[in-house]
């Protein structure tokens, strides 16, 4: 069973945040030299419970739930918080959701043994400033205004509902480079098979070639047109094993890299391709999907590939979660430092949210009935009492008081619940919609 995340965190600040200095420091090797009247500590843990309220407002709060009063006025403090490497607060998100991996592999759902990890990336809107324009681009929307935009990528862990890796680059950056960054960030750190799970922008045999040589699994939702002559020669609701090769003409969007073109002339991969119907339209037809995957035939056939498909519906579930109910646009600041770390802080206590609601459902689990909802803890209430609770909880100089308070979050996540569909769902893709109060301010 799982100890409680949120000592856990505590922890890790404690004991690895010296170990993460140089990182932290970054190019800037005099920062955090000396003592100063904000502590690194203090920073990093308003940096993820940050309140997304204006800046005097996040300082009063943070000092208040320690009985504290402020050192410094706000400015004072974002202009330290700007000092801290954003790579960096990746990086140690990265190391504490792998420490629990490693540690507590038995409260780790899996499919067939294997984690099933899905791959997506996500437009956010960010302050419109000169200095953002240019540090992540533009995009033009129907108004032919041009807002600063960033692209963000996650690897997230669609069983437990947890970010395993978050990836930020240009809005014109590509979405299959950042998840190839993904997928060798967890070969290089986790040692569980797992399988791999994209929707039909992501097809491409470079991806699925890095995959199968690093001894994992992946499952590619593919469009119309994406090998059309092997999904001809499958019939609906089949799954086959085919040969695919490929010859001069078809590596021609790889002739710039001549040593990956001929290893793709010179291999031959044995790949499954399936139909599975989803449904029906309104004149009562078959919806058909196309899926290609490298599992093998005794670890899926083709209902269990779509019902393995379909549990990727949980990354798009985490976007709208981070972007409506954590209110991740809401940056703390204007400058591109403190956009970078609000993303990766937030991506850390999303995590931090459903660690607590799985630590939860093994101490008590919820009891479901058969129909068409399933029960589950709320994640808006549950992250809800976390910020308004935790570091009261954490850093109260009276053991009674960090009982008590420990006890209320724990006695509130138990009690919120919600009901859901247990079925696929199936949405038309929205144009994003600036609900920012940031975005368009052009100062500090």
């Not at 950056?173 to 098979?193: D, F, M, P, V, W």
């Not at 802080?345 to 660690?355: G, I, Q």
């Not at 630590?359 to 209430?381: M, T």
């Not at 009901?419 to 038309?428: G, T």
Request: net charge positive; with cysteine.
């Amino acid at each position: 069973m799982i100890d409680n995340p949120l000592v856990l965190f505590r922890r890790f600040l404690d004991n690895e945040l010296e170990k993460f200095l140089p990182v932290i420091r970054g190019w800037n090797k005099k920062a955090f030299t000396r003592k100063a009247k904000i502590s690194l500590i203090d920073l990093f843990r308003q940096m993820i419970f940050r309140q997304n309220v204006t800046q005097f407002s996040e300082v009063m709060k943070y000092y208040n739930s320690m009985n504290r009063n402020s050192p410094v006025n706000e400015k004072s403090f974002f202009l330290a918080r700007r000092k801290i490497n954003p790579d960096a607060v990746r990086l140690m998100s990265d190391e504490f959701i792998a420490s629990v991996y490693d540690n507590y592999d038995s409260s780790i759902d899996k499919w067939n043994d294997l984690l099933v990890l899905g791959v997506d990336g996500s437009k956010y809107i960010v302050p419109s400033t000169d200095k953002n324009k240019k540090f992540f681009g533009t995009t033009i929307n129907k108004s032919d205004v041009q807002p600063a935009m960033a692209l963000v990528s996650t690897l997230h862990d669609c069983m437990n509902g947890l970010k395993l890796d978050v990836r930020i680059d240009r809005i014109d950056g590509s979405e299959r480079q950042l998840a190839a960054r993904h997928i060798n960030q967890y070969c290089e750190r986790y040692t569980k098979k797992a399988v791999f799970v994209f929707d039909r922008g992501y097809v491409s045999i470079r991806l699925m070639d890095q995959i199968i040589n690093a001894g994992q699994y992946f499952l590619m939702r593919c469009s119309s047109s994406a090998y059309k002559k092997y999904f001809e020669q499958v019939n609906a609701s089949e799954c086959r094993e085919l040969e695919v090769s490929f010859n001069s003409v078809e590596t021609n969007e790889y002739r710039n890299d001549k040593s990956f073109r001929t290893h793709l002339m010179n291999t031959v991969y044995h790949l499954r391709f399936a139909k599975v119907i989803i449904g029906k339209d309104d004149d009562g037809n078959d919806i058909e999907e196309q899926l290609v995957t490298n599992l093998p035939e005794e670890l899926a056939t083709p209902e269990k590939l779509k019902d393995l498909y379909w549990k990727r519906w949980s990354i798009e579930t985490s976007y709208n979660r981070l972007k409506n109910r954590m209110d991740t646009e809401e940056f703390s600041g204007y400058s591109p430092e403190l956009v970078v770390q609000d993303i990766y802080a937030d991506a850390w206590m999303f995590n931090l949210v459903s660690l607590k609601i799985r630590e939860a459902d093994e101490k008590k689990p919820l009891e479901q009935k058969h129909g068409r909802y399933i029960i589950s803890r709320n994640f808006n209430k549950v992250l809800g009492t976390l910020k308004d609770n935790l570091l009261k909880s954490i850093l109260s100089e009276y053991p009674e008081e960090r009982e008590r308070l420990s006890q209320q979050i724990d006695d509130t996540i138990e009690t919120s619940l919600n009901w859901v569909k247990d079925e696929p769902r199936q949405f038309e893709r929205k144009t994003p919609v600036n609900k920012s109060r940031m975005s368009n301010r052009k100062s500090y």
